[in-house]
C-alpha cells in the first residue's frame, strides 16, 4: 500500500517561510518522479516542483523559481518543498504526488496539506 502523507503547512505572513515535507512509504521510489502540486480555492491544481528520486533533476513553475526548493532525503523516503519569500498568492492545499518513470501520469497523492499566507 504506498502512502504520501504531506506536513508542514500552516499559517504565515507574506515574506515568511515554510517547509512541507513528504513521507513516502509502501514500495521503492527509485524510479519514480516526486512532485509538488497545489489547488488555490477555485482554481485547477497547478504543477509546482519536481525532482526525480534517483537523480538531481528537478522542475520548477516560473512562479516560484528562486524562491521554492524541492530536495529529498533518500534514507528517510522523504521528500521536501522549502519555500521562501512567500506571498498571498501562494496560498493554496499542496500535494505531493509520485509518477514512475513509465507512467504518463501521476500515480500516488498525498491528501494535502494547506498553506495559507496573510498579507
Known amino acids: 500500500q504506498v502512502q504520501l502523507v504531506e506536513s508542514g503547512g500552516g499559517l504565515v505572513q507574506a515574506g515568511g517561510s515554510l517547509r512541507l515535507s513528504c513521507a513516502a512509504s509502501?514500495?521503492?521510489?527509485?524510479?519514480?518522479?516526486m512532485g509538488w502540486f497545489r489547488q488555490a480555492p477555485g482554481k485547477e491544481r497547478e504543477f509546482v516542483a519536481s525532482i526525480w528520486w534517483s537523480s538531481e533533476g528537478t522542475s520548477y513553475t516560473d512562479s516560484v523559481k528562486g524562491r521554492f526548493t524541492i530536495s529529498r532525503e533518500n534514507a528517510k523516503n522523504t521528500v521536501y518543498l522549502q519555500m521562501n519569500s512567500l506571498k498571498p498568492e501562494d496560498t493554496a492545499v499542496y500535494y505531493c504526488?509520485?509518477?514512475?518513470?513509465?507512467?504518463?501520469?501521476?500515480?500516488?497523492w498525498g491528501q494535502g496539506t494547506q498553506v495559507t499566507v496573510s498579507s
Open positions: 509502501g514500495r521503492a521510489f527509485s524510479s519514480y518522479l
Open positions: 504526488a509520485a509518477k514512475n518513470i513509465l507512467a504518463t501520469r501521476y500515480d500516488y
